[in-house]
Nanobody, 121 residues
Framework: QVQLVESGGGLVQPGGSLRLSCAAS????????MNWYRQAPGLQRELVAG???????HYVLSVQGRFTVSRDDDKNTVDLQMNSLKPEDTAVYYC???????????????WGKGTLVTVSS
């Protein structure tokens, strides 16, 4: 069984910072890409940032220069440092990991339950 647990969400004022963390646990053999998505009320879920197995990163244009994604392969974690937060960053943020379970021969997508980030004064 594989589990993804996010933490770090909350209420922050515009211009503030938050750090989200996601830990993957269970019978994991290998992890490929690790991503953060978000979904605001009434909108579709969008890919915010991701980090590949080789460390390459990518970001949606709206967060470039403000957010930084990083991973720790020893701990099976992926973090999202969010700076200069804006009200439009308000959303539920989801961790998404592409991983292979022990005994499997293919990679599968796993999702966390989400953590709410609210940017408001």
């Amino acid at each position: 069984q594989v589990q993804l647990v996010e933490s770090g969400g909350g209420l922050v004022q515009p211009g503030g910072s938050l750090r989200l963390s996601c830990a993957a646990s269970g019978n994991i053999a290998s992890i490929n890409a690790m991503n953060w998505y978000r979904q605001a009320p009434g909108l579709q879920r969008e890919l915010v940032a991701g980090v590949a197995k080789d460390g390459g990163t990518h970001y949606v244009l709206s967060v470039q220069g403000r957010f930084t994604v990083s991973r720790d392969d020893d701990k099976n974690t992926v973090d999202l440092q969010m700076n200069s937060l804006k009200p439009e960053d308000t959303a539920v943020y989801y961790c998404n990991v592409d991983l292979m379970r022990v005994g499997s021969y293919y990679y599968e997508d796993y999702w966390g339950k989400g953590t709410l980030v609210t940017v408001s004064s």
